[in-house]
């Protein structure tokens, strides 16, 4: 049976819009820039979805050069001028969120949201979502609450009538804590076997499988 919602919430990079290569490239040019050796797409990958501070605290770990804050400005700099090089929306994307229209649908990340609003700019779909959330839109991030917390709030939504959807155990652990049911892709850059041991409510490997879902 499909459940009923009223509040759909999309984690944003891996989950709805694939980002990897330009964060990958933006990533390897601040490190040319410091002199430190580039990452593969696939290393960057694992490194994904817990906001610019971690994605570059990974990305220098295990050499000498210890100057974070740097590191994260040289990124945010080659990002932003880098941003649609690669990157679209997932098969289906803007399918659904038409689909979906005559809900309240939010974008909940970790990713900067001067960076998330550029990008759905691009993509002419940012008057698809009635909210936005980035790492630096609150206090937290995720997998702390306050932003889903927030969003049901914002939107007088109870938590079983909101389905938060997102690529990584980050974004599972996020909706459990909120009590909102939890859905997984499987083609987003979290670790399946990371994303199985959290126990999603549900898994979809193709963003149109959302349609049989929910209504």
């Known amino acids: 049976m499909k459940r009923k919602i009223s509040l759909i ?12 290569f330009d964060i990958a490239d933006a990533v390897n040019l601040a490190l040319n820039e410091l002199g430190l050796r580039t990452l593969s797409r696939e290393t960057i990958r694992k490194y994904v979805g817990r906001g610019v501070e971690k994605l570059m605290a990974q990305s220098i770990n295990g050499t000498e050069y210890t100057d974070l804050p740097q590191a994260v400005e040289l990124f945010r700099k080659h990002y932003s001028g880098n941003l649609m090089n690669h990157t679209r929306f997932y098969p289906s994307g803007r399918e659904i ?6 809900k309240k649908q939010a974008i909940c ?22 909210a936005i959330l980035g790492g630096d839109s609150l206090k937290s991030k995720k997998p702390d609450p306050e932003g889903l917390l927030y969003l049901l709030d914002r939107f007088q939504c109870s938590p079983e009538q909101a389905v ?27 670790d399946p076997k990371e994303i199985a041991l959290v126990e999603p409510d549900c898994s ?10 929910f209504h």
């Not at 969120?97 to 005559?102: A, P």
């Not at 979809?204 to 879902?213: P, Q, T």
């Open 97 to 102: 969120l038409d689909h979906f229209r005559n």
């Open 164 to 190: 938060l959807i997102g690529d990584s155990p980050v974004d599972i652990e996020t909706g459990k804590r909120a009590g909102v049911y939890t859905c997984v892709v499987n083609f987003g850059f979290g």
């Open 109 to 130: 990340s970790n990713k900067p949201e001067e960076f998330v609003r550029h990008i759905l700019q691009s993509l002419e779909s940012l008057d698809s979502f009635d």
């Open 9 to 20: 919430v999309y984690d944003f990079d891996g989950t709805l819009v694939d980002t990897l």
């Open 204 to 213: 979809i490997g193709h963003l149109s499988e959302l349609k049989d879902l």
